[in-house]
């Protein structure tokens, strides 16, 4: 298995086992803005278009601290 599985290239399929569960997705909001995330398979990311933020998912993990967000272009 190489290192790159299941970080996503554009258009890729993400490995099923980089999902995150529905229920964490539920209960988590953006920590800057308190509003709802989106779940971005193929990134790995927690996308809050309110902070313009997307939070990387690491190991299954959302790692919810804004410094470590990738800020979003569009």
């Not at 290239?9 to 909001?29: N, Q, T």
């Not at 779940?39 to 990387?56: G, H, I, T, W």
Request: glycine share 6%.
């Amino acid at each position: 298995m190489s290192d790159d599985q299941g970080k996503g290239a554009p258009g890729a399929e993400p490995d099923p086992r980089s999902r995150i569960d529905a229920r964490l997705l539920d209960i988590l909001v953006c920590p800057v803005t308190r509003a709802v995330l989106t779940y971005d398979p193929v990134r790995q990311e927690l996308v809050s278009r309110a902070a313009r933020l997307a939070y990387p998912i690491r190991d299954g993990v959302p790692i919810m601290l804004p410094e470590e967000a990738r800020k979003l272009d569009d």
